[in-house]
């Protein structure tokens, strides 16, 4: 599957550590689509800047076209700041299945000023006529305000999912915990609510050191396990 992901060369490092931690998982593709910032700032996490939220309008309105492009397909689009668990070899099959059933999975955000939980920066969608048009309808709503507010457009999107014309229904699912956060079972885990280039990714690679040592917990498990059995 492929997994769309917009990014600056401000963010480039981010896409390296991304890239790397999906590596041995051969269903997942990284597909990198670099954008533009005329900011020399440092936007990371800076979700009330005017120049973070021109710069997510950029992203949002490549959707449509790569949803289209890949009819017929399951893709991810998704954020830089992401690194997947490559010890979860049930992750692209997990993400097929659900979509056997849905249109659009999302992740889950316990920030509560987002009125459905969800957090648009991992999306895995079923590229059909119906997403077509529910991610035209959404991009053309959002690139007609003028002033966004703070939270744009991840407020905006838990609205538009919410309210969206129950004539052109579509199916979503939005995923546990282990997608996103950093649990005992995490698939991937994405560095929501970290400010700054370096915070996030030192976030990035200690979620992928973590992922190491569970790996190493459970073979050693595993290993004392088969020993006893050999000794019996």
């Known amino acids: 599957m492929k997994a769309y992901v917009f990014y600056t060369s401000q963010v480039k490092e981010w896409i390296d550590i991304l890239t790397k931690s999906a590596l041995n998982n051969k269903d997942l593709e990284i597909v990198p689509i670099q954008g533009h910032s005329l900011s020399m700032a ?35 689009f998704i954020d830089a700041d992401i690194v997947f668990n490559s010890n979860k070899l049930d992750f692209i099959d997990n993400l097929e299945n659900f979509l056997k059933e849905n249109d659009l999975l999302t992740q889950y955000d316990n920030n509560d000023g ?10 895995a969608i079923k590229c059909n ?27 905006e999107f838990n609205n538009f999912i919410r ?25 991937f885990y994405h ?6 280039h370096f915070q996030k990714m030192n976030a990035m690679r200690n979620a992928l050191e973590s992922f190491d ?5 459970e073979e050693n498990e595993i290993a004392l396990v088969v020993n006893t059995i050999s000794k019996n």
């Open 213 to 217: 040592a569970q790996c190493m917990v």
């Open 191 to 196: 560095a929501i609510g970290i400010g700054g």
């Open 42 to 76: 440092d936007l990371s996490g800076q979700t009330s800047s005017q120049e973070y939220m021109k710069l997510m309008m950029t992203r949002w309105l490549k959707l449509p076209g790569i949803i289209e492009e890949n009819t017929g397909s399951n893709i991810m």
């Open 114 to 123: 987002m009125s459905l939980g969800i957090n648009m920066g991992f999306l």
């Open 163 to 187: 309210d969206y014309d129950k004539e052109k229904v579509i199916k979503f699912m939005t995923l546990p915990k282990d997608y996103g956060y950093l649990t005992g079972n995490c698939y």
């Open 129 to 155: 006529e119906r997403t077509l048009s529910f991610f035209r309808e959404y991009v053309d709503e959002i690139n007609s305000i003028s002033v966004p507010k703070t939270g744009f457009p991840q407020i």
